[in-house]
């Protein structure tokens, strides 16, 4: 078995991990997957510029594929061989049979012993899924535990804004009531006043009538002597005692009732809507906190694609592989004067806002790398802690060279155990406030782990050292 898995590494293609499927050599030697290759050199055609993705010989034509069949038969040979050995170990010689000679010069060991070993085998991988089934069974439960839990608490989210509103309900009903009968009140008051002035003044014209009756039959008298002798007892005319008092304001009356009323309306609208954006984000803050992956085939479920921001990028980085690979370089690009670039640290971020659950891997090489999320409005110009990826509060780094690795965030660092790796896995889960790095291989191994609150989306980064490169790696979904 073991042999077996060493001839398969001899024979997998270093871009996907697999066994190598019509696979082609090129110039300098190595094997790849016909279409691992294609897709490789197609994002280099800009540039007419072809590397090989292991030893980085470059190409300044892009060499012919042509399918290696010798590679294509021994991988043929090698799946045939891993298809047969199953039912080969059920294959037993009775006492009578003759002497077996396919393993002539191999090494031998007898079946009981190989079942033993295989039954141990057996019995842990057995013990592994009793354990996995026990652990996603506890999940489960804490989920259902959740749901309950949110059914709780928004039940009695809803009893209790009925009772508030109702509440409100009633003040404005009540302050309606009051409105209301303060408004007839005085229209009482001023209409009772307004009808004395009116008796009073009607029984001044009806005397000032008289008057004026009179005064006309005394200027109709003929004889001089009878009018010089009754004009003296005629009185005088007196003034008007109510004219005075009376005030005819402008036709506006309760107008500054209604204005007052429409003005508390505008108020309430707006306390209402102010409050009524804040319900639904306190609302969905409820998530439910998913168990976390454990395996690359279920961090493979959460894989998020990642393409570069040239935007972003420092101008001593080149972008390639269709803006999924960036290499520093020693001279500067001519990039076009943008706000969102960083203008000293050589960095540079994704253009996808990481929200939820996401994984992305990150494939590096040379003098180091720091593989970065940040905050989008992290700052850009100059050379301050501000801008520098893991050197504040808006950005978490992995920092990797060839002998160490560090995890920084705001200015502290945390060393990180264990032998350097060449792939990095990145999984997110924004909502959960949780940030995990790990080395790539055959097992997820955990680097790193943060446990934090993520108030902003978040976006992948890049920081390179000299010499070095990165690439967001294409991985097939399982």
């Known amino acids: 078995m073991a042999q077996r898995r060493v001839q398969e590494e001899k024979i997998s293609c270093s871009i996907c991990l697999d066994l190598l499927k019509d696979p082609v050599t090129i110039p300098c030697g190595h094997s790849y997957c016909m279409n691992c290759i294609k897709d490789c050199w197609d994002g280099e055609d800009q540039r007419r510029i072809y590397n090989c993705p292991q030893c ?37 010689a009775g006492p009578e049979d003759v002497a077996c000679d396919e393993h002539k010069n191999h ?12 039954q141990k085998k057996l019995q842990e991988s057995r013990q592994q899924i009793h354990q996995r089934i026990q652990d996603q069974e506890k999940d489960v439960k804490l989920l259902q535990q959740e749901v309950e839990a949110i059914n ?8 209790d804004s009925e ?4 509440e409100l309900i009633r003040l404005l009903q009540e302050r309606r ?12 008051t001023e209409g009772s006043r307004v009808k004395d002035v009116q008796e009073k003044l009607e029984q001044e014209i009806t005397e000032l009538k008289r008057k004026d009756a009179e005064l006309e039959q005394l200027s109709h008298t003929e004889d001089h002597n009878q009018f010089l002798l009754n004009y003296p007892s005629l009185p005088a005319l007196s003034e008007s005692t109510h004219s005075s008092s009376i005030n005819i304001r402008p036709l506006r009356h309760f107008e500054d009732v209604t204005a007052a009323v429409s003005e508390l309306r505008e108020k309430l609208q707006k306390i209402l809507i102010d409050t009524w954006i804040k319900i639904p984000l306190r609302v969905t803050k409820t998530d439910v906190a998913l168990p976390e992956p454990k395996t690359r085939a279920e961090f493979l479920r959460c894989f998020q694609k990642i393409t570069l921001d040239a935007n972003t990028a420092n101008t001593f980085l080149l972008l390639s592989e269709g803006n999924r690979k960036v290499t520093r370089m020693n001279q500067q690009m001519s990039y ?4 969102d670039r960083f203008t000293v640290w050589p960095q540079i971020l994704g253009r996808e806002s990481l929200t939820g659950r996401c994984y992305w891997e990150v494939e590096w090489e040379g003098g180091g ?5 940040s905050n989008k409005n992290i700052s850009r110009a100059g050379r301050s802690d501000a801008c520098s990826f893991g050197f504040n509060d808006k950005s978490w780094s992995l920092r990797c060279d060839a002998i160490t690795c560090k995890f920084w965030h705001n200015k502290s660092q945390t060393p990180v155990p264990g032998p350097v790796s060449s792939r990095i896995g990145v999984y997110l889960d924004h909502r959960a406030g949780i940030l995990c790095f790990y080395r790539v291989s055959k097992t997820m191994i955990l680097l790193h782990r943060v446990q934090t609150r993520f108030t902003q989306p978040l976006y992948a980064g890049i920081r390179l050292s000299e010499g070095s490169s990165a690439e967001f790696v294409k991985v097939s979904q399982q």
Do not use: W
Request: proline share 5%.
């Open 336 to 339: 076009l004067d943008h706000p």
């Open 177 to 188: 009531s009051d409105v209301k009968q303060q408004i007839r009140s005085q229209q009482e």
């Open 163 to 166: 009772k508030i509103f109702t």
């Open 56 to 92: 980085r010989k470059t190409f300044s034509q892009r060499p012919v594929l042509k399918k290696n069949i010798m590679l294509a038969e021994l991988v043929e040979d090698l799946k045939k061989i891993g298809l047969q050995a199953a039912p080969a170990d059920h294959c037993y």
């Open 369 to 373: 790398v720091n593989i970065a999320v």
């Open 152 to 159: 709780v608490s928004a039940d009695k989210a809803v009893e």
């Open 107 to 118: 090494e031998t060991v007898p079946a009981a012993a190989e079942r033993a070993e295989k």
